[in-house]
């Protein structure tokens, strides 16, 4: 089985740079739970390619995912997070949404 998530449009993102008012923004999506019978952690991970200097709050994506997931699962969660990439130094979390 699978779950599909299509990422097209994050709008209202908080600007990591203050000074231009700039994101160089990507999404990492994870799926995560654990199996029944022997309660082993279920982990799949994408992530987006990076929309730089994206002003405004606003990045454009057109990203089709599709996680493997055994059924049943459980504990199971999606969790989409926005980065703020940096060049120079660790990247910035915008922010993170989770599904239960």
């Not at 923004?25 to 982990?43: H, K, Q, T, Y």
Request: hydrophobic residues 40%; charged residues 25%.
């Amino acid at each position: 089985c699978s779950v599909r998530v299509v990422v097209w449009r994050v709008r209202g993102a908080k600007a990591m740079d203050p000074i231009t008012d700039q994101n160089d923004m990507f999404i990492i999506g994870r799926v995560e739970g654990s199996n029944p019978a022997d309660g082993a952690l279920i982990r799949d991970q994408k992530q987006t390619d990076t929309h730089w200097r994206c002003k405004g709050g606003t990045a454009s994506f057109n990203y089709r995912w599709a996680f493997d997931v055994q059924v049943p699962m459980v504990r199971s969660r999606l969790v989409l997070q926005g980065w703020d990439r940096d060049l120079i130094g660790s990247n910035d979390m915008i922010g993170e949404a989770q599904s239960v």
